[in-house]
């Protein structure tokens, strides 16, 4: 099966880019998701990436695919202290269930 | 429009015992999802509803854990017995399912069995 991983931790300083990796096994996998985690809260949907595209921009958001090496990144330009959460890659092929990686922290420095 | 609402928010129960949570996805989304998300691991799937049918049940601990969508709307998932390694957040999704590129989920039901 699918399989999904990522680095634990990313620690930036605030107003500079945070760059989130994650790497997939199934070359299938049509969508990769990245979704925002706080605590104590549910999953937010922050971007998504169809498997034929290369990169997707969305104001302070770009992913970027590399779909030979199955890697995934999600680049956050101008890091807050409100990005502060756990971001969770995930894969998956369209209406089936997706396949998480177990997400990275994202620490904020002043 | 109205997300995906779950209740209860959260439950402590005894192992052995008996739990059940509950569902409304968003209205109109053929396809519910069921997740659970251990303490530090990302969510993983336990089972998928296409309306009132099962899609995928391959990772739902069947000997314990059910699940039901009976009118194809809202969904409730039971755990009976409780057992101390099921502690943690459910979380229910759901998505149009035509092609479903996009899972909305809900805030989670977090349980501790003790």
């Known amino acids: 099966g699918e399989d999904v991983e990522q680095s634990l931790f990313l620690s930036v300083r605030e107003g500079d880019s945070s760059v989130i990796n994650c790497t997939y096994t199934?070359?299938?996998?049509?969508?990769l998701y990245w979704y925002k985690q706080e605590p104590g809260a549910g999953l937010q949907l922050l971007t998504y990436?169809?498997?034929?595209?290369d990169m997707k921009q969305d104001q302070r958001l770009t992913v970027l695919l590399n779909k030979k090496d199955k890697h995934l990144s999600l680049r956050i330009a101008d890091t807050q202290t409100g990005d502060s959460a756990i971001y969770f890659c995930?894969?998956?092929?369209?209406?089936?269930?997706?396949?998480f990686g177990k997400g990275t922290h994202l620490i904020i420095q002043p | 429009e109205a997300g995906v609402a779950q209740s209860p928010r959260y439950k402590i129960i005894e192992k052995r015992q008996s739990v059940a949570f509950w569902c409304n996805p968003i209205?109109?989304?053929?396809?519910l999802y069921w997740y659970q998300q251990i303490l530090g691991q990302g969510p993983k799937l336990l089972i998928q509803?296409?309306?009132?049918?099962?899609?995928?049940d391959s990772q739902l601990p069947k000997d314990r854990f059910s699940a039901e969508r009976l009118k194809g709307v809202d969904s409730t998932l039971k755990i009976q017995p409780a057992k101390l390694e099921d502690s943690a957040v459910y979380l229910c999704?759901?998505?149009?399912?035509?092609?479903?590129?996009?899972?909305?989920f809900g805030p989670g039901t977090r349980l501790l069995v003790l």
């Open positions: 995930a894969a998956g092929g369209g209406a089936d269930g997706l396949t």
């Open positions: 209205s109109g989304h053929a396809t």
């Open positions: 199934d070359s299938s996998s049509t969508y």
């Open positions: 509803f296409q309306n009132n049918g099962v899609v995928d």
């Open positions: 990436i169809f498997s034929n595209m």
């Open positions: 999704a759901s998505s149009v399912g035509d092609r479903g590129e996009t899972q909305y």
